[in-house]
Nanobody, 116 residues
Framework: QVHLVESGGGLVQAGGSLRLSCAAS????????MSWYRQAPGKERELVAL????????NYADSIKGRFTISRDNGKNTVYLQMNSLKPEDTAVYYC?????????WGQGTQVTVSS
């Protein structure tokens, strides 16, 4: 079965950095787009970034463009989100996502809290 496990979240001061990881299993990782979403309390889940399977083309939300970088290691079945220059408004639960077989799959999420 598809299994996604996020890690790397924590508490960081504004201006700091975190690197999130998502370990994937149960599907052919290298053939699918991987995405990071986030959800802040009381807000909708929003797409943060995505990366294509082989070429590594990326797409970012305007709110984080220039600060976050998504990457993937197909040999390790892992997708990363490097977050720099963090702001309090980045505080959210961050989720890894993929869509093999036409269905969305999500990890359990990892909490990122940015203090001012």
């Amino acid at each position: 079965q598809v299994h996604l496990v996020e890690s790397g979240g924590g508490l960081v001061q504004a201006g700091g950095s975190l690197r999130l990881s998502c370990a994937a299993s149960g599907f052919t990782f290298s053939r699918y787009i991987m995405s990071w979403y986030r959800q802040a309390p009381g807000k909708e889940r929003e797409l943060v970034a995505l990366i294509t399977p082989t070429s590594g083309s990326t797409n970012y939300a305007d709110s984080i463009k220039g600060r976050f970088t998504i990457s993937r290691d197909n040999g390790k079945n892992t997708v990363y989100l490097q977050m720099n220059s963090l702001k309090p408004e980045d505080t959210a639960v961050y989720y890894c996502n993929t869509r093999p077989g036409g269905h969305d799959y999500w990890g359990q999420g990892t909490q990122v809290t940015v203090s001012s």
